[in-house]
């Protein structure tokens, strides 16, 4: 059982709009910054939002992150099929003194 | 360029030990906590534990506290994960992985090393 929690799926036809919630607690997201990451089949995840909304070099600006009190989204706007991937969301946890990832969410463009 | 090379794929048996490596280069390895992620094929990612190099002060989750060790060669700026006696459900992919500043989650990853462990 994850720290964070994400829902299992997520879908949306090309252009669409897809969010993908991660609810947290106090001692993760309520005091700390979300980061996401985007994951293929069989490669490692790859950091696509640091800092609830800021985006690596490279990334496209239709990701996008927010937050608000212990839970936080991740938007996918223009749904393209090479979107579809695993996103985790993940925060530093106080209490744990670690990195907590929620259990991820598998985006499929239909 | 930041970059984390893990060490290949390993098949082992039961009981059998285990130390994966993850070499570290493009960034001063000793200012950086490395973090040791597992995942289980299909399944999420799980935080085992962390180092931060320059004074091997080391943090385990508690769901791997005893199970693992976590140990760094500043020498060689290589990050190492090991396993005393493997069990049939260590069999997942590690990842090592290099925090970002200020106890916030990874921004760079290395590729993984997948492990499994059948008799």
């Known amino acids: 059982q994850s720290v964070l929690t994400q829902p299992p799926s997520a879908s949306g036809t090309p252009g669409q709009t897809v969010t993908i919630s991660c609810s947290g607690s106090s001692s993760n997201i309520g005091s700390n910054n979300i980061y996401w990451y985007q994951q293929f089949p069989g490669k490692a995840p790859k950091r696509l939002i640091y800092r609830i909304n800021q985006r690596p070099s490279g990334v496209p600006d239709r990701f996008s992150g927010s937050k608000s009190g212990t839970s936080a989204s991740l938007a996918i706007s223009g749904l393209r099929s090479e979107d579809e991937a695993d996103y985790f969301c993940?925060?530093?946890?106080?209490?744990?003194?670690?990195?907590?990832f929620g259990g991820g969410t598998k985006v499929t463009v239909l | 360029e930041v970059s984390l090379v893990q060490s290949g794929a390993e098949i082992k048996k039961p009981g059998e030990s285990l130390k994966i490596l993850c070499e570290c280069s493009g960034y001063s390895f000793a200012h950086f906590w490395i973090a040791w992620v597992r995942q289980v094929p299909g399944k999420g990612l799980e935080w085992m534990g962390i180092?931060?190099?320059?004074?091997?002060?080391?943090r385990y989750s508690p769901s791997f506290e005893g199970q693992v060790t976590i140990l760094v060669d500043k020498s060689t700026s290589t990050a190492s994960l090991q396993f005393v006696s493997l069990r049939d459900s260590d069999s997942a992919m590690y990842y090592c992985?290099?925090?970002?500043?200020?106890?916030?989650?990874?921004?760079?990853w290395g590729q993984g090393t997948l492990v499994t462990v059948a008799s």
């Open positions: 180092i931060f190099p320059d004074d091997s002060d080391t």
């Open positions: 992985a290099r925090l970002g500043d200020d106890y916030t989650p990874p921004d760079f």
């Open positions: 993940a925060a530093w946890d106080d209490s744990l003194s670690g990195v907590v």
